[in-house]
């Protein structure tokens, strides 16, 4: 069964703060919000609209959803959705969730990566703003 893979309309950027400081914005928003802290930086992903103008920040980027949940036993599933992308030469941001994976595309690149996915035989969803998909 091939992978489906959801395409979500919202751009999300992904913001670097110094190690252990809390993000003073609202940060919440968007179909995929994510604070992650390594002993070096805190990053947040979220909302680009939600991004202070003076912050340091990557994007716009389109998340794109791994139709789940997927069983903590699967073995290979980031290495498929991404094996297209590499051949498409185009450099993605991929994190994992409880129940699935999300890899954040360049928003002016999302076309290039939705056809090579389709190529390599995924199933593309569009979802609608703050929904699944329609």
Partial sequence: MPLHLMEHPEDVSVVRLPRDEDPTFEWRSGPLASLTRTAEETSVVCASAAVPPDARS???????????????????????????????????????TFDTDWVLVPAERTGEASAAWRRAGFVITPTTLGGGAS
Wanted: proline fraction near 8%; charged fraction near 20%.
């Fill in 58 to 96: 990557e994007g716009p980027f389109r998340a794109v959803e791994v139709a789940g949940p997927l069983d903590f036993s699967a073995v290979g599933v980031f290495a498929e959705i991404l094996a297209p992308l590499v051949e498409a030469r185009i450099s993605v941001l991929g994190l994992s």
